[in-house]
Nanobody
Framework: VQLQASGGGLVQTGGSLRLSCAAS????????MAWFRQAPGKEREFVAA????????NAADSMKGRFTISRDNAKNTVYLQMNSLKPEDTAVYYC????????????????????WGQGTQVTVSS
């Protein structure tokens, strides 16, 4: 399984970006997907996750109402729409695939995800 994240870039405060993560391999639709981020000097933190079916989502409190995760199982792709961006959103954003398939609860913890993309840089200028 390979995950290829894209869509990052430089944007002004209040702007928007949409990140994409394309997955190779089979059975993409059987696994929850998530986005995490890591800013310089900080630990990796949970951003948002979506269930294998797309019916359940979860997002970190600081991002609710601004970030939306979605997926297109026909395209093996998960998205992160980011609106009203702030300088504190500056980080490398990583997509990840859940280790277990067909789960019931969407996880927010990184150790439950076993495949990771290479990351895409998001920089929000003030």
């Amino acid at each position: 399984v390979q995950l290829q994240a894209s869509g990052g870039g430089l944007v002004q405060t209040g702007g928007s970006l949409r990140l994409s993560c394309a997955a190779s391999g089979r059975s993409f639709s059987n696994y929850d997907m998530a986005w995490f981020r890591q800013a310089p000097g900080k630990e990796r933190e949970f951003v948002a996750a979506i269930s294998w079916s797309g019916s359940r989502t979860n997002a970190a409190d600081s991002m609710k109402g601004r970030f939306t995760i979605s997926r297109d199982n026909a395209k093996n792709t998960v998205y992160l729409q980011m609106n009203s961006l702030k300088p504190e959103d500056t980080a490398v954003y990583y997509c990840a695939r859940r280790a277990s398939s067909a789960t019931i609860v969407v996880s927010t913890t990184s150790w439950q995800y076993d495949y990771w993309g290479q990351g895409t840089q998001v920089t929000v200028s003030s």
